[in-house]
C-alpha cells in the first residue's frame, strides 16, 4: 500500500467514523450514585468490618497510627466477599516502580479444594504482602539482576478498587514495592515517607499557635492533566508517534493556535463523547474529576480533579492516565500524554496544585481576606518560599526528562527557572514585613462590567501568572513545570521534604526564642519572616517569565537556570539533597544515587530510540518519496526538453538540494549514534549536545521535502490532517 493510500484511507475512516460505544446512561445511574461505587470505601469498610476493627483501621488513615497487622485476615475476607460479590476472579497487588508506569501481576482467587473442585481464598497474609519478581525493574545498582526477590506491601491509606474489563472484573490493592533489603524501589513508597516527614513538623508549627487538638497534617495535591487526542489511523500511520510518543517529522501546517479558537472552544461531539465515559469509568474509582476543557493546541485537552492527599492523588493520577488512554480506543481514537507531540504547538504539562492541611485547622496555605494578620499562614507562606529558594535545583531535577526538556522555556510552558509568583496581595504584605512590620493587605474589591443586566463580580486581591513555574494561587501553590507524561510522585516527595526541611528550620529558631512563652511569639514571628522574606525573597517574581529580560534579571540575582535534563538531574544526589533526604528518611545516599542512574539511563535510551526512529524513518519514508518526486520531475524535464520546451527546474533543483541535506545529516546523526560514554552521565550529555541537534538536522530537510514533494506521494499523515480532522 502507497503512502499516499493509506494517508486517504485513514482519512476517509475519520471522517466516516460512527461511535461503536454504547451510549453513557447518566439518567440511569447518577454521578453521586456512580462516585465510588467500584472503590472498597469508608463507608463499605465501615457496614462490613467489625466496629473495632474498623475503628483501628481509621486510626491508621487518619491519624497515622501503626497498622496492626493482626487486622489483616478479617478485612481481607470482608474485602474478597465484596470483590467477588462484584464479580471479581482475580486480585492483583498494584504498584509503581521506578519507570513510571503502573506495574500489576494478577492472581485468581480460586484455589484446589482437594476434591475435585474449588473454592475462593484470599489471607491476611496475601492481602499485607506479595512477592513479584523485581529483577526486570529498574534499581539503578541497588542490586544485581540476578537478585530477584521483591516485596508488595499493602497501603492501607489508598483505598483498593475494582477495575472493570469486558470479560472479568480485579480486585486491585496499592501497595508499596521494595527490594529484599527493604529499600524503595517505586514511587510510593518515598511519597509516604516525605508526607510522614512533613506532618510531623507542621504539627511542631501548629503546638506553638497553641492548638491543643491537632489532626494528622498531609500534604494535598490537585494535577491537572493535559493530553492530545489523535485519530488511531493516524497513529498508527505515524512510526514516531507509536514508538517515541511524539513526531519526529512534520512541517508546521498553514493554520495552527494562532488564533487562540480551540482553546475553551465547544468540545467536538466525538471527544465529548470520550470524555463522558471516561469520567463515567474515573468516578467508578473515586477519582475526584471535577474539570474539562479545550486547552491552546488544537487537538489538545485537559482533565483536573479536585485535592485528595498527596499519596492517594499519586495513585489517581496513575489511573487517570491508564483511564484516559483505554477509553479513548473504545471512540477510535488514541491519548497521547507526551509533553511534546507536535512542533510548533503547545505541548503538555500536569500542573500540580500544592497544600497542606489537616481536619482541625484546615488548610494551612489559606491566608483568609487578611493576609498581614493571619500569622499562622504567614509561616507556613514563608516556610514554602525559604524550601523553594533553597531547594530551586531539586525542584528542576524532578520534572527533567527527555519529553520534558522540549516545552519548558518555550512560550506555552514556565521556563527552568525556579521562581514563585505572589501575587500583589501578598509580595506586598511579605515588602511590609521586610520594612519593619506588616499592618495592612491590599482588598479585594468588585468589578463592575458596565452591563446593566450583567452582575458585578468579586474581584481578587491580584492577577494570576501562567508564566511563573511555582505561583501561588488563592491558597495553594501550583507547581507548572511537571511533565504530563511522568508521575506526580517525584515532585511531591521534593515539596514534601523541603517544605519539611523549611518547617522544621522555623520552629527550631521560635522554639529557641520563646522557649515555651506564648507572649514572645508575636516578636519572634515577626523576626523570622523578616528574615526570610530578606535572604529569600530573590526568587519571588511577579512578572513575565517568558522574556529575555527575565532571564537576564534572574542570572543578576543568582537564581539557577538548568536548562536540559542533563543540567537538572544532578542535583539529586547534590551535597544538600542527600542531607535532608537523609535527615528525614526519605530516601538513603543509595536510593538517592540509584535513581539519578536510572533516570539518566532513561533519558539516554529515550533518545537513542528516537534517533534509532529518525535514521529509519528517513530513509524508509520520507527519502523514498522524495526520489520518486524528483523522478517524476526529471522524467517531465527530459520529456520537455526532447520537444524542445524549456523546463523550470527551481522544484527539481529544491528538492535535489534538499535530498542531498538529508542523506548528509542522515550520516552524521549514525555517526554520532556510533558512541559510548564511560559513565551514564557522560552518554546523556552526548545525547543531549550531540545526538539531538543532530536529529534537528535530518528533521529540517524532511520537513523541507513536506513542502516541495507532491502530496499524493507523501507517505506520513500531516500535521493538518492529525491535529485538525477530528
Known amino acids: 500500500m502507497s503512502g499516499s493510500t493509506a494517508r486517504l484511507q485513514a482519512i476517509a475512516a475519520v471522517t466516516n467514523y460512527i461511535n461503536a460505544s454504547d451510549p453513557v446512561d447518566f439518567e440511569e445511574t447518577h454521578s453521586g450514585e456512580l462516585f465510588g461505587s467500584n472503590v472498597f470505601s469508608r463507608k463499605v469498610m465501615k457496614a462490613r468490618l467489625p466496629k473495632e476493627i474498623f475503628k483501628s483501621l481509621i486510626q491508621t488513615i487518619e491519624h497515622g497510627e501503626k497498622l496492626d497487622a493482626s487486622l489483616a485476615d478479617v478485612v481481607a475476607s470482608a474485602m474478597k466477599d465484596w470483590a467477588i460479590e462484584k464479580g471479581a476472579t482475580h486480585y492483583t497487588h498494584v504498584f509503581y516502580p521506578l519507570t513510571g508506569s503502573t506495574a500489576e501481576k494478577h492472581d485468581s482467587f480460586l484455589a484446589p479444594d482437594g476434591e475435585g473442585g474449588a473454592v475462593n481464598e484470599f489471607s491476611g497474609q496475601q492481602l499485607i504482602q506479595g512477592e513479584p519478581d523485581a529483577s526486570s525493574f529498574p534499581s539503578g545498582g541497588i542490586r544485581q539482576t540476578f537478585e530477584a526477590r521483591g516485596y508488595t506491601a499493602w497501603d492501607v491509606t489508598s483505598p483498593a478498587y475494582l477495575l472493570e474489563n469486558p470479560n472479568g472484573t480485579t480486585l486491585c490493592i496499592p501497595t508499596a514495592f521494595v527490594s529484599w533489603t527493604g529499600e524503595a524501589l517505586d514511587k510510593k513508597t518515598p511519597v509516604l515517607r516525605s508526607m510522614q516527614a512533613l506532618g510531623k513538623q507542621a504539627q511542631r508549627i501548629l503546638e506553638l499557635f497553641g492548638h491543643s487538638e491537632i489532626g494528622m497534617v498531609s500534604s494535598t495535591a490537585g494535577p491537572e492533566q493535559e493530553y492530545f487526542l489523535v485519530d488511531s489511523n493516524f497513529y498508527y500511520a505515524r ?98 500524554t507526551h509533553e511534546k507531540p507536535f512542533a510548533g504547538v503547545n505541548g503538555s504539562g500536569k500542573h500540580v496544585n500544592f497544600s497542606l492541611g489537616n481536619s482541625t485547622q484546615g488548610n494551612l496555605l489559606d491566608p483568609g481576606d487578611t493576609p498581614h494578620a493571619n500569622a499562622q499562614f504567614m509561616v507556613f507562606c514563608a516556610a514554602v518560599i525559604r524550601a523553594v529558594s533553597t531547594h530551586a535545583k531539586l525542584l528542576r531535577a524532578v520534572v527533567a526528562s527527555a519529553g520534558n526538556d522540549h516545552r519548558l522555556g518555550a512560550n506555552e510552558a514556565p521556563p527552568a527557572i525556579i521562581s514563585i509568583f505572589l501575587g500583589d496581595q501578598l509580595t506586598d504584605v511579605f515588602e511590609q514585613i521586610k520594612g519593619g512590620g506588616a499592618r495592612s493587605s491590599k482588598k479585594s474589591g468588585t468589578l463592575t462590567v ?109 537564581l539557577p537556570n538548568l536548562k536540559t535534563t542533563v543540567d537538572a538531574l544532578p542535583a539529586l544526589t547534590s551535597k544538600e539533597t542527600l542531607a535532608i533526604f537523609s535527615k528525614y528518611k526519605v530516601l538513603s ?100 549536545n550531540k545526538t539531538l541537534p543532530a536529529m534537528l538536522e535530518v528533521r529540517k530537510y524532511a520537513d523541507e521535502l513536506e513542502g516541495l514533494v507532491a502530496d499524493d506521494l507523501w507517505p506520513l499523515p500531516t500535521y493538518q490532517e492529525i491535529l485538525f480532522i477530528k
Request: glycine share 6%.
Open 239 to 336: 512510526p514516531d508517534l507509536i514508538n517515541a510518543g511524539r513526531t519526529l517529522f512534520g512541517a508546521a501546517p498553514p493554520k495552527g493556535q494562532e488564533f487562540d479558537d480551540h482553546y475553551f472552544g465547544a468540545i467536538p461531539g466525538r471527544v465529548l463523547a470520550f470524555m463522558h465515559d471516561a469520567e463515567r469509568e474515573l468516578f467508578k474509582l473515586g477519582v475526584p474529576i471535577k474539570t474539562r476543557h479545550n486547552e491552546v493546541a488544537p487537538g489538545q485537552y485537559e482533565i483536573a480533579p479536585v485535592f485528595e492527599t498527596s499519596n492517594v492523588a499519586t495513585d489517581h493520577q496513575q489511573l487517570v492516565m491508564h483511564t484516559l488512554k483505554s477509553t479513548a480506543t473504545k471512540y477510535g481514537m488514541t491519548c497521547i
Open 450 to 558: 458596565g452591563v446593566d443586566v450583567l452582575p458585578p463580580l468579586p474581584k481578587d486581591a491580584g492577577d494570576r501568572n501562567r508564566t511563573s513555574p511555582f505561583a501561588f494561587t488563592g491558597n495553594r501553590f501550583e507547581f507548572r513545570a511537571v511533565a504530563s507524561n511522568q508521575s506526580i510522585s517525584g515532585p511531591l516527595v521534593a515539596m514534601n521534604t523541603i517544605v519539611a526541611e523549611s518547617l522544621d528550620y522555623v520552629a527550631t529558631e521560635l522554639e529557641k526564642v520563646t522557649k515555651g512563652d506564648a507572649k514572645k511569639l508575636n516578636a519572634a514571628i515577626q523576626k523570622i519572616l523578616k528574615s526570610i522574606i530578606t535572604e529569600h525573597g530573590s526568587v519571588i517574581f511577579n512578572g513575565d517569565g517568558y522574556s529575555e529580560e527575565w532571564h537576564a534579571e534572574a542570572a543578576e540575582r543568582g
Open 589 to 688: 545516599k543509595r536510593e538517592l544515587h540509584s535513581r539519578l542512574e536510572i533516570y539518566l539511563e532513561q533519558y539516554c535510551m529515550t533518545v537513542g530510540v528516537e534517533a534509532n526512529l529518525t535514521v529509519e524513518m528517513a530513509k524508509t519514508n520520507i527519502y523514498p518519496a522524495a526520489v520518486r518526486y524528483q523522478g517524476e520531475l526529471a522524467s517531465s524535464a527530459a520529456s520537455l526538453k526532447a520537444i524542445d520546451v524549456e523546463f523550470d527546474r527551481t522544484t527539481l533543483d529544491a528538492v535535489t538540494a534538499a535530498i542531498k541535506g538529508l542523506l548528509t545529516n542522515i550520516a552524521t546523526l549514525e555517526k554520532t549514534m556510533d558512541h559510548e560514554a564511560k559513565t551514564m552521565l557522560a552518554e546523556a550529555k552526548h545525547a543531549c
